[in-house]
């Protein structure tokens, strides 16, 4: 196996220099001319290509970017050349769309960094002029700062040991160790933003000796900040994600108001709670919209009838979206947010008893609330149960999880995650039924405003069809899904989980 990109972090572009001045001095070196570009590196907003250990770079060239996907050491995966960087799914045809698009998937790829770079390439040849190792000294800067001095090794395959030879030989020269370094990270760094980092993930621990409405309004105010962090990228409609995210925080909100409502003051709970089931309304039929567009994109395209059909979606969907940024621009939903802010910085307390019980006692009380009612209705459901009661135990489901997800921390980390494991698998279930029901109603209400043409008509019809089915299916993995999360083992853990004896 071929060796990975080492690098030297050096102090200055001179000492770079003098590194390669003294290279020379011992093996043959070329030296290419000096190069100047401007590379931008993607990710999308929640650094999806971070976690899957990738960069993404681009370098403009005439009115096209030339892209290298790379791992973070500067290893190169793939290239490819596109007149502009967005969805993966808009990117030519090739190895970068088909590595990017399970990763970044209906995230928009977003420029993090640009930086200006002088580049000086070099090569260590052999009596015949035949290239042995690759050397790149890198200078960079973003946003009138510097981005560091990279001194870049890269191995050619069939040459390991021309390539540790030279490794050992800069290690001398330079006094410094190697290592394989992130360009894209260090880029981001100069100017001060921590690549990877996703905005709206939860990651809030809890002390569960701690009073319940400190530890509610801790969680909240976290909740808060994933609420405006979506803001702007759901205002410019930059991907579908930003609303998506926003919602959750929102009913995530909505849950902790409803469930620990006993800990907050009973004007104020009743005032957020309506507030929010508002915001929760304004941004529903956009969500769903989105949901069926995306939905429809993985389709068949070439189906008759599909493209028509794809156009009624993005009209209706631009008019949903008309409302909701409407309200999300109003006095009504400032207000919302800034008084919420100002409650939740206030540090009011609340007059009842579960106020001042330890968050450990209150959730604990709420889980075992939440688990007895979920197992009682979904034990009364029969094969035939209408979609009304179905729907009742996925709603009740989800209050559990917010439980085990927002406060599960004062819990033992073991049993917690098998029981959110389980618990998310009945949720796929229910809510694929859900989701066929929503589709379904809305499939009824476009067939109103389709164009007077058989192709789209007839693709509507087998849509509501496949959809229906899709529901079935559904439908009768329920009971199965449903007997094993009811089951012994399930059981054992809701016993561990409040350290309980089995």
């Known amino acids: 196996m071929t060796p990975a990109s080492v690098a030297f972090l050096l102090e200055s572009p001179a000492r770079g220099r003098a590194a390669l001045d003294q290279l020379g001095e011992s093996l043959r070196l070329h030296r290419d001319d000096r190069e100047r570009r401007k590379v931008t590196w993607f990710d999308t907003f929640d650094g999806r290509l971070r976690r899957a250990d990738l960069t993404l770079g681009g370098v403009p060239n005439g009115r096209a970017v030339e892209l290298e996907l790379a791992s973070p050491s500067g290893e190169s995966l793939s290239r490819s050349r596109a007149r502009e960087v967005g969805f993966a799914w808009d990117l030519p045809a090739g190895r970068v769309r088909d590595e990017l698009a399970p990763v970044a998937k209906m995230r928009r790829l977003l420029p ?22 690759r050397l790149a000294l890198i200078e960079g800067r973003a946003g009138g700062r510097s981005c560091g001095t990279v001194l870049r090794v890269d191995p050619l395959r069939g040459y390991d040991r021309e390539h ?21 990270a260090l880029a981001c760094a100069g100017v001060g933003i921590v690549p990877g980092r996703d905005p709206s993930r939860f990651d809030v621990v809890l002390d569960p000796s701690a009073r319940a409405d400190a530890a509610a309004h801790t969680v909240l105010k976290h909740l808060l900040g994933t609420i405006r962090a979506n803001e702007e990228g759901l205002l410019a409609d930059t991907d579908t994600e930003f609303l998506h995210d926003l919602r959750v925080a929102v009913r995530r909100t909505r849950s902790v108001l409803g469930e620990l409502k006993d800990v907050f003051p009973a004007r104020e709970h009743r005032r957020f709670a309506e507030g929010f089931a508002w915001l929760g309304r304004q941004t529903g039929p956009s969500r769903d919209l989105d949901v069926f567009q995306l939905k429809l994109r993985g389709g068949e395209s070439a189906e008759p009838g599909h493209a028509e059909i794809l156009a009624l979606v993005e009209r209706r969907r631009r008019r ?33 008893e579960a106020a001042g019980q330890t968050i450990r006692e209150v959730v604990e009380a709420r889980v075992r609330a939440a688990h007895r009612k979920l197992v009682k209705r979904g034990r009364a459901l029969g094969p035939d149960a209408p979609a009304a009661k179905l729907h009742r135990v996925r709603i009740q489901g989800k209050k559990l999880r917010y439980l085990l997800d927002l406060f599960g921390s004062v819990f033992p980390a073991g049993p917690r995650k098998e029981l959110v494991r ?23 209400s476009l067939a109103v405003d389709a164009p007077a043409e058989p192709a789209a008509v007839f693709a509507l019809g087998r849509m509501a069809e496949r959809t229906r089915e899709r529901a079935e299916r559904a439908r ?27």
């Open 112 to 133: 993090l960094v640009t930086v200006d770079e002088e580049l000086t390439r070099a090569r260590v040849l052999d009596a015949e002029d035949k290239t042995l190792v």
């Open 422 to 444: 389980e618990l998310k698998r009945l949720q796929d279930v229910l809510g694929d039924m859900n989701d066929m029901q929503v589709q379904e109603s809305m499939l009824a």
């Open 476 to 502: 009768r993995r329920f009971p199965k899904r449903f007997l094993r999360f009811d089951g012994k083992k399930n059981r054992a853990h809701f016993a561990e989980l409040f350290g309980a004896e089995r």
């Open 320 to 352: 949903e979206r008309s409302a909701m940024v409407r309200s999300l621009r109003s006095k009504r939903y400032a207000k919302l947010l800034a008084d919420w802010e100002a409650f939740l910085d206030s540090g009011r307390t609340g007059d009842g």
């Open 164 to 184: 540790l030879a030279v490794v050992a030989a800069l290690e001398r020269i330079t006094a410094c160790k190697p290592e394989p370094l992130d360009l894209a």
